[in-house]
């Protein structure tokens, strides 16, 4: 997860002229077994698409996406009414439609929509976790509506 998010900040920053970008993993299979897909950076600016796995794929059904949200967008899983496209689904109701959790990383930390509860959480403040001795519990798990 630190990876991508530094892969992002490098890319967003080198190339296509600073333009702003998502990148995007997606987690497969169940959490006993699973596998993680990088999605390939299409340098759309605050958006990204990718494969999305059904339960008949050989990998398993797509059950979490992790996403970054670049500086100057918000922490927190996007919404049908509040995303940058203007779309109706936003980060949330992705989720919602293919029935996978949506972890958002930014600088300011982690966030989750979970599309069973309809809800979100924050699960981390700030980047510090990411370091390497970090041993920072996550967060009380305070739900708040999408
Ligand atoms: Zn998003």
């Known amino acids: 997860m630190k990876r991508i998010y ?9 190339s296509a002229g600073g333009k702003r ?8 299979g169940t959490f006993d077994k699973y596998t993680i897909r990088v999605w390939p950076l299409t340098y759309q600016t605050k958006q990204q698409s990718g494969q999305i796995n059904t339960e008949r794929h050989p990998d398993g059904r797509t059950f979490a996406l992790f996403h ?3 500086e100057g967008t ?3 899983p996007s919404t049908p009414g509040n995303n940058y496209d203007g779309n109706k689904l936003g980060d949330t109701g992705n989720a919602d439609m293919h029935r996978y959790d949506c972890y958002v990383v930014s600088s300011r ?11 979100s959480v924050q699960l981390r403040a700030n980047m510090d976790w990411t370091l390497p001795c970090s041993r920072k519990p996550l967060l009380p798990p305070v739900w708040v509506a999408a």
């Not at 530094?6 to 080198?14: H, I, K, L, P």
């Not at 970008?21 to 987690?27: D, L, N, P, R, S």
């Not at 930390?109 to 809800?119: H, P």
């Open 6 to 14: 530094e892969s992002t900040q490098n890319g967003g920053v080198v």
């Open 109 to 119: 930390g982690l966030w989750m929509y979970s599309w069973r509860r309809k809800q």
């Open 21 to 28: 970008i998502e990148a995007t993993f997606v987690v497969n």
């Open 68 to 70: 970054v949200h670049p």
């Open 74 to 76: 918000g922490p927190k």
